[in-house]
């Protein structure tokens, strides 16, 4: 009878195969995620001045016509952020922001779209008053949240309000009222827990320290 066992040669040749595709998968993933992303991204700045190009324009390859629609976006939006940095550019985006506001499909998404986008600029993370532990959403299982606040109950009894936002979309999510028992105060920085969150928790600290609960 042959012996069908493997020899130590094809053996190695086996595991240098496979080591090599698992580290070639490890950076070719995240670049391709990346790739996908970016993709995404360019498509959306650029989908309205496309339109508006092809006309003026002509024929022109895919890829030129993106080029260029993304830099009349760019410059959109420089010019956008030059006229809100003066007086007058506040107080026409004011104006116009009141005109929405009045409107009534128009208003609930634009004020709900730019309270999301406030809270979540970097100079607004102060909005979260710290990162917590819950059980959530049973008692066997915990969720990263954030404290937006208290609020008293009927007997006079405080609640945390605790936004547990969804990954890694955090602009929904769950807003809970929770009893200062059931709150775990982290070490964790406000910063680091949105990175959490953003990135499904590949970017997260190593360990985190219970503290005292340090909000009014």
Do not use: W
């Not at 406030?118 to 100079?123: A, M, V």
Request: charged share 15%; with cysteine.
């Amino acid at each position: 009878m042959s012996n069908l066992s493997p020899t130590p040669g094809s053996s190695r040749i086996v595991k240098h195969l496979r080591t090599r595709l698992v580290s070639g998968l490890l950076v070719l993933i995240p670049l391709a995620i990346t790739l996908f992303v970016l993709n995404i991204f360019l498509n959306s700045l650029t989908a309205f001045a496309r339109p508006l190009l092809k006309p003026l324009l002509g024929v022109l390859p895919e890829s030129v016509l993106t080029l260029i629609a993304l830099t009349l976006t760019v410059l959109l939006i420089y010019l956008t952020g030059l006229v809100t940095t003066h007086i007058v550019g506040r107080r026409l985006i004011l104006f116009g922001e009141r005109l929405l506001l009045r409107l009534p499909v128009v208003k609930t998404i634009y004020a709900a779209s730019k309270q999301v986008v406030e809270t979540f600029s970097s100079h607004q993370t102060t909005s979260f008053q710290a990162v917590v532990i819950v059980s959530f959403p049973r008692r066997e299982s915990l969720a990263i949240g954030f404290i937006t606040g208290t609020l008293f109950a009927p007997d006079n009894r405080k609640l945390y309000r605790v936004f547990i936002p969804t990954t890694p979309n955090p602009t929904s999510g769950f807003l809970l009222l929770m009893s200062p028992e059931d709150v775990q105060f982290t070490d964790i920085p406000i910063e680091e827990g949105i990175k959490m969150i953003v990135s499904g928790g590949m970017l997260a600290p190593e360990k985190y320290a219970v503290v005292p609960d340090n909000c009014p």
